[in-house]
């Protein structure tokens, strides 16, 4: 008797499986993408390749949300109204066709990070320098007073950090990259997240520059491209500095202006506040 029951359960478990296994993977993705903050409106659209019943929302480590649907919908989406820590977290999204048949397989996961402003920023700086010839070794070092427990390490241009790295104690970590290429040029910054909410995130830093020249180039590229940098901010300071002078010339003949007024004997002017 104790055999069949196992040969039934198993036999059970095994068409369930191979059933779970036609059904196409959903995906899940985030609207908006990325950087929403803490109280931000934010949804989880999962895509169904196939008509579903049931969508379910599933939160790593967390609650479940699910959800029965329109059958003619290709997508089931789960709102967050005003987002509150406890809704950062991985997700993934499943969906069952009908009780019959068993639950697809779960989709890739997709984290949904909130911003927490009430963080202070990070700071930042680059090692040796902002300018440097191709194959050298560089480090941003990232660092915060208070909590941090994992620092990010995020370029301009791509969506998610490029680099991770739990702080190496003192709420610090150091990013290093080994013989830099044109490529590593850029304009990175750095977050942070605590211990307690892994995907809750400090608001970026300021930012640093990285740029590569190519050893190729004929000699004396880097200190042209940093002689260029030093042209600009020259120019810069010139500006502001001619600026100031035709400020002060116009204040200036001004008052010459109004002293003359007061030596031919005018009428004091008075200003109303
Ligand atoms: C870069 O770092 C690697 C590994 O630490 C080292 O072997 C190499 O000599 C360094 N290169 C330069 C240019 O400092």
Request: aromatic share 10%; with cysteine; net charge positive.
């Amino acid at each position: 008797m104790a055999p069949m029951v196992v040969a039934l359960i198993l036999g059970w478990w095994l068409v369930a499986a191979s059933r779970a296994q036609q059904l196409p993977r959903p995906s899940l993705s985030l609207h908006p993408i990325q950087r929403v903050s803490l109280g931000d409106n934010v949804a989880l659209r999962c895509h169904l390749p196939r008509l579903a019943a049931w969508v379910w929302l599933y939160q790593e480590r967390g609650w479940s949300y699910n959800k029965g649907k329109e059958k003619e919908q290709d997508a089931a989406e789960f709102s967050f109204v005003s987002t509150q820590r406890e809704h950062a977290g991985r997700y993934r999204c499943q969906y069952r066709v009908s009780w019959s048949v068993g639950a697809s397989e779960k989709s890739d996961p997709v984290e949904l990070v909130l911003t927490d402003h009430s963080y202070s920023p990070p700071s930042i700086s680059i090692h040796p320098e902002q300018c440097v010839e191709m194959g050298t070794n560089i480090t941003i070092r990232c660092w915060n007073k208070d909590y941090g427990a994992a620092f990010f390490l995020h370029k301009d241009g791509s969506s998610a950090p490029i680099k991770h790295q739990d702080s190496s104690g003192g709420g610090a970590a150091k990013f290093t990259f080994l013989a830099v290429t044109p490529a590593d040029s850029g304009t990175y910054r750095c977050s942070y997240r605590s211990r307690g909410y892994p995907f809750v995130s400090s608001p970026l830093g300021d930012s640093v520059m990285l740029e590569v020249t190519p050893t190729a180039a004929p000699s004396g590229a880097v200190e042209q491209s940093c002689a260029n940098l030093v042209m600009a901010l020259v120019r810069g300071f010139v500006a502001a500095l001619v600026f100031g002078l035709g400020v002060y010339f116009v204040i200036d003949a001004r008052s010459l202006w109004i002293r003359r007024d007061d030596n031919c004997g005018a009428p004091p002017v008075t200003v109303r506040v």
